[in-house]
């Protein structure tokens, strides 16, 4: 499957579809899937700091049937590393994890207000960007407050926000808002995160049995379909597989409708106006293995 690429602002095409590595192992776990995604034709794959993992995708990514340049990788920072200084440490020791001399795009992770430090931390990545070594630079879970407020001071205006968004939180408002500032948004937890009942909607059964899809590829149909990037996570191959097999068919007007109908405006993960974690990446990363805090719910 050949996955369309979306043009971001800045002219950088994207993969319209990767894989998302949130809760995957590193080690041999994320290499599989990573070299699975590659194989079924995947080449963006989304990780991030404090996903525990970046050594894993970097070495899937040495040791990968194709050449770093067709690939897109995507990191981000985490909140304890926000602020000037410690952001641009922050993206060596990311680069030095994946072995990798640029990602294609960085992010800041959240915007945690009650830190306040992402305008000095955007700073950070401006320059960052001007060195080459971020094509792209963006932000994640900003709402519309958050943006405002980073473009009265930014020279560079984020390229993409990726936010938690699939039927049941459609966010509407900060869709438009993001196309009318010209930043693309990319969706997580697009199927409905894990331990979620999403898959399970019977409106979502009958349009997988209309299209004789599975439900997960309808809905990231329905992503595909609103003009979004959308990176579902998975660590079974045959899923893997699956999930980038949506651009054989088509959802009528009448299937995106009643997925629109599905909203109820609920998170699973955090609210990005009052998630406050600014605790440092390894013990984050620590307390999730150690199940002390319900990190697919808490943070993403
Ligand atoms: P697993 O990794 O065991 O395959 P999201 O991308 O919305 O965060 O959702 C990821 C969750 O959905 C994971 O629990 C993943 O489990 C599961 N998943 C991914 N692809 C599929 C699929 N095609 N069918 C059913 N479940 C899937």
Redesign the pocket.
Known sequence: MKVPSITINNGVKMPQLGL?V?QTKDGNQVVHAVHAAIESGYRLIDTAAMYDNERGVGKAIKTAPVSREELFITTKLWNSDQGYGSALKAFNASLERLGLDYVDLYLIHWPVPAMDKYIETWKAFEEIYASGRAKAIGVCNFNPEHLDRLLQTATIIPAVNQIEH?PRLQQHELRSYCAAKGIHVES????????GNL?DDPTLAMIANKHKR?V??IVIRWHIQLGLIV??????AE?IA??IKVFDFELDTDDMAKISRLNTNTRRGPDPATMSSGAPTRLVQLASRLNLVKLPRDKH
Not at 188 to 195: E, F, L, R, V
């Open positions: 998302g949130w699939h997580w937890s697009p199927i409905g995160g894990t331990g898959l599975s997960a590829q990176i579902p996570k998975s660590t079974h899923r699956q999930n």
